[in-house]
């Protein structure tokens, strides 16, 4: 279970800076890193295509599922819980007679 756990977190990561990477190469409205590189970085990368659309919702939804079964394997592997830890609140303290 911890090789699989380990694995997860590399997908997550590795995932996660293909994300950066797509997200910044895409052509917004103000341009983007492939147009800081000029017309032979936007025929490099492809960015005025709409693969590069497909591949980022692709990426993204690695992203989303590793995230989910990190937490999920990550759940079920912890035997307690902070919460189990902490004592019981108990009600207001009710005072007594005046004279005890």
């Known amino acids: 279970m911890s090789l699989l756990i380990t694995l997860l977190y590399i997908i997550f990561v590795l995932s996660a800076i293909v ?51 990190i937490h999920v394997f990550v759940r ?5 819980s902070v919460v189990d830890n902490q004592p019981a609140v108990s009600g207001p303290a009710v005072p007594g007679p005046a004279g005890e």
């Open 19 to 69: 994300l950066v990477i797509v997200i910044l190469l895409q052509e917004g409205k103000g341009g983007g890193f492939g147009e800081a590189l000029g017309s032979a970085g936007q025929q490099t990368f492809g960015v005025a295509t709409k693969g590069i659309q497909t591949f980022t919702g692709i990426t993204a939804t690695v992203f989303i599922v590793s995230a989910l079964l």
């Open 76 to 80: 079920m592997n912890s035997q307690s």
